[in-house]
């Protein structure tokens, strides 16, 4: 197993900078992972969490493997697919592939078990999965999932997960929202608030872009306080994740 130590977060005034190849690394044959926050065997003190958004790991899965089945609680998980397929089963008898342009919310609530395996017996997966500290504890498990339009995002941010079911984005139980935008170079867009006091995690899946006057490259990321909007332009073709979240 190798295992790669981050460097301590940069930090510029209400923001704090997390660099791609600052992250927690592991390579476990099977499982590429990279850590933006503590988990597992990667520690940080700097990065436990940035507010109510608690993990933020960027999985890459060879083919015919997987995650075994294991328990959760009190926590909202979002999975993002970048590549590939990957195959979910639960212990609340959902049994399901979440594919590109899919994205899959569960809240663990009083507690669930579930597998995660690629679907391929041959090509990678890559996918984000995020976890958020739930604003009500102990609540029924829920899960869903739905397929969003890469049309939706184009030049603009597209709303996907929100506590209000917003422009028929999936609903997570936290005053937080997650927004997708698929940019063109050069284009330019303003991320607006929902909720006052909230901050922005603003995190590069693909391409470059300028932001807060800092550049960001590919999943890099930069957590945001005390703002009520920002302004976002591509410097390349950029794919950009917005996670809106509480910061108490």
């Given at each position: 197993?190798?295992?790669?130590?981050?460097?301590?977060?940069?930090?510029?005034?209400?923001?704090?900078?997390?660099?791609?190849?600052?992250?927690?690394?592991?390579?476990?044959?099977?499982?590429?992972?990279?850590?933006?926050?503590?988990?597992?065997?990667?520690?940080?003190k700097a990065r436990v969490h940035f507010g109510m958004l608690r993990v933020l790991n960027d999985d890459i899965v060879e083919g015919g493997e997987g995650f075994g089945t294991?328990?959760?609680?009190?926590?909202?998980?979002?999975?993002?697919?970048?590549?590939?397929?990957?195959?979910?089963?639960?212990?609340?008898?959902?049994?399901?592939?979440?594919?590109?342009?899919?994205?899959?919310?569960?809240?663990?609530?009083?507690?669930?078990?579930?597998?995660?395996?690629?679907?391929?017996?041959?090509?990678?997966?890559?996918?984000?999965?995020?976890?958020?500290?739930?604003?009500?504890?102990?609540?029924?498990?829920?899960?869903?999932?739905?397929?969003?339009?890469?049309?939706?995002?184009?030049?603009?941010?597209?709303?996907?997960?929100?506590?209000?079911?917003?422009?028929?984005?999936?609903?997570?139980?936290?005053?937080?929202?997650?927004?997708?935008?698929?940019?063109?170079?050069?284009?330019?867009?303003?991320?607006?608030?929902?909720?006052?006091?909230?901050?922005?995690?603003?995190?590069?899946?693909?391409?470059?872009?300028?932001?807060?006057?800092?550049?960001?490259?590919?999943?890099?990321?930069?957590?945001?306080?005390?703002?009520?909007?920002?302004?976002?332009?591509?410097?390349?073709?950029?794919?950009?994740?917005?996670?809106?979240i509480p910061m108490t």
């Amino acid at each position: 197993m190798k295992e790669i130590k981050s460097n301590n977060s940069a930090r510029h005034g209400g923001s704090v900078i997390h660099r791609a190849d600052s992250r927690g690394y592991f390579n476990h044959g099977w499982l590429k992972t990279y850590h933006t926050f503590s988990f597992a065997g990667y520690y940080d003190k700097a990065r436990v969490h940035f507010g109510m958004l608690r993990v933020l790991n960027d999985d890459i899965v060879e083919g015919g493997e997987g995650f075994g089945t294991h328990p959760h609680d009190n926590m909202e998980i979002v999975t993002i697919p970048l590549y590939g397929s990957l195959a979910h089963k639960d212990s609340m008898g959902h049994e399901e592939i979440i594919a590109p342009n899919e994205i899959q919310v569960m809240s663990a609530g009083t507690g669930i078990t579930h597998s995660e395996y690629n679907a391929s017996d041959k090509d990678p997966v890559n996918l984000l999965q995020i976890w958020v500290f739930p604003k009500e504890h102990n609540v029924t498990p829920r899960y869903d999932q739905r397929i969003f339009d890469l049309f939706l995002m184009k030049n603009t941010i597209f709303t996907v997960v929100s506590p209000d079911k917003k422009d028929d984005s999936l609903w997570l139980n936290q005053d937080a929202y997650f927004s997708l935008s698929e940019l063109s170079e050069g284009k330019e867009v303003e991320y607006k608030i929902n909720t006052k006091g909230n901050g922005v995690y603003v995190f590069v899946i693909e391409g470059k872009i300028q932001t807060e006057d800092e550049t960001l490259g590919k999943r890099d990321g930069m957590g945001i306080e005390d703002a009520e909007s920002i302004n976002v332009k591509a410097l390349t073709g950029s794919k950009v994740l917005f996670i809106e979240i509480p910061m108490t």
